[in-house]
């Protein structure tokens, strides 16, 4: 149908077409003048394609996508607000090996593109230490539990799949909240199956690190009160505090 919407246009703007020329030819019987503009008109039509079909569409979809990539940016920034924050000082927790990154997310206000490409690589290369605590996975448990709702919001919205890495971490939570919501009992649980929960723990903690440092990398561009607060309210440092002394 729409194909065919598209045929009668084509065959109409044609015949419209060939009835001015065919007019044009009656009133003023000038053939020559008429092949002159025509093939003049013809050899403008490349250029006209590279103006409007290439450079003017490049333009129009740059500016799009990077209306699309603000408002993404949005809705990772309520990820964060609501839960992100929360859940990276908790996997923190679990962290025997913590303290080797800490210091790498230290982010500040002198903090350039090479300071975060730096850190980025470090977070690469880092290999977490999950240990067992029963009290803080029972906490994470109904933490997560009571933010399921949310989660599913988030993945929900489609301008996420234009966003891999964090899709990829919202479902890595998303999975981790599943795991633990048939848990009931955390203290009873098997070494076995609480090595699986590590494991899980473990692959949202990573992704979590890499969005968080992309996070605040955004905001230190394009919202500098923003990352200011981020950095005051750092989840991994344990004495971290919005008052500015």
């Known amino acids: 149908m729409y194909l065919s919407w598209y045929a009668v246009l084509g065959a109409g703007l044609l015949l419209a077409s060939a009835i001015l020329y065919l007019l044009h030819y009656a009133i003023f019987r000038d053939a020559h003048h008429i092949f002159i503009y025509l093939l003049g008109d013809l050899a403008f039509m490349p250029i006209e394609v590279l103006l409007v079909a290439i450079i003017v569409h490049r333009v129009l979809d740059t500016r799009e996508r990077r209306t699309r990539m603000e408002k993404l940016n949005m809705v990772i920034g309520a990820f964060f607000s609501e839960m992100g924050m929360h859940l990276l000082r908790s996997f923190s927790q679990f962290d025997a ?77 998303f999975h981790l909240t599943e795991e633990l919501k048939y848990r009931y009992l955390i203290e009873e649980l098997p070494d076995a199956d609480h090595e699986h929960l590590c494991g899980d723990i473990a692959r949202a903690y990573s992704l979590l690190l890499r969005e968080w440092l992309s996070y605040l990398e955004h905001l230190r561009e394009n919202y500098p009160y923003l990352f200011s607060l981020a950095v005051r309210m750092n989840p991994l440092d344990p004495e971290a505090s919005a008052v500015i002394a």
């Open 97 to 173: 090996a913590c303290k080797e990154i800490r210091e790498c997310l230290a982010a500040g206000s002198e903090w350039a593109r090479d300071d975060f490409q730096v850190a980025r690589r470090r977070i690469e290369e880092y290999q977490c230490a999950i240990g067992r605590d029963d009290r803080l996975l029972e906490e994470m448990r109904e933490f997560l539990v009571s933010k399921r709702d949310f989660l599913l919001t988030l993945l929900e919205n489609p301008t996420l799949l234009e966003h891999e890495t964090f899709t990829d971490l919202l479902w890595a939570v």
